[in-house]
């Protein structure tokens, strides 16, 4: 199998089947103050503080001891930390199989509620494209707020509060709907990918021609 380079997607490719996955499938900004600043680790952390914290009170009304408190409070957040971040907040992704085999083109999202799958006939695919999506800034208030505060603890935020723009690779089908399967601020990335899809999709399309004149013949 060949897979692809270290970016924020990878492929994998044999002569019937090609695979890409990506946890970048969304073209939203989504909350400045939360996409910019909060990430799945530190919101793991808040909810593990937050945990440990309801079980020091409990600890300390049940052992009357503030140290063996401390100790298993600490304890709690450990494993709470691990539990959030593995369990809770995980990342999701997307997963895309164009199977020439079958002749279908297979789309499963894993996420927190298990796994959603579609499966349509690889025939269906009318057009890989690219499109782009500017997201502007949707809370300037709370920009500002934001910036303020780092400024008075000499912090930067490289990009906070940006404009930014997303590149979307989406298959467009036969019905007029499309699928957006992968999604980055870098185009590169996105064509590369947009690229290996076209010209595998094009063999495959070429081999199915020469199957389909063998059997007239």
């Not at 025939?123 to 494209?129: I, K, L, S, W």
């Not at 690219?130 to 500002?144: C, L």
């Not at 404009?163 to 989406?170: D, P």
């Amino acid at each position: 199998m060949i897979k692809g380079a270290e970016k924020k997607y990878s492929i994998e490719k044999t002569d019937n089947l090609l695979i890409i996955k990506t946890s970048f499938f969304e073209a939203e900004k989504g909350s400045v103050l939360h996409g910019d600043i909060y990430n799945r680790e530190l919101t793991s952390i808040l909810a593990s503080i937050a945990v440990a914290g309801v079980f020091y009170l409990v600890f300390v009304m049940g052992f009357h001891n503030k140290i063996v408190a401390f100790i298993l409070s600490t304890l709690v957040l450990i494993a709470g930390f691990a539990f959030f971040r593995k369990f809770i907040f995980k990342g999701r992704y997307m997963e895309t199989i164009f199977d020439n085999s079958s002749g279908t083109t297979e789309i499963s999202l894993t996420g927190v509620f298990g796994k959603k799958r579609e499966i349509f006939a690889t025939g269906d695919v009318r057009e890989v494209r690219v499109e782009s999506r500017k997201t502007g800034i949707e809370n300037p208030d709370g920009v500002a707020f934001v910036e303020k505060i780092s400024a008075q603890h000499g912090m930067v935020i490289p990009g906070f509060g940006e404009e930014k723009i997303f590149h979307m690779l989406k298959l467009k089908l036969s019905d007029g709907s499309d699928r957006v399967i992968y999604a980055d601020i870098s185009m590169h990335d996105v064509m590369t990918a947009h690229q290996e899809i076209k010209e595998f999709l094009k063999i495959q399309e070429q081999a199915q021609k020469q199957r389909v004149s063998k059997n007239e013949i």
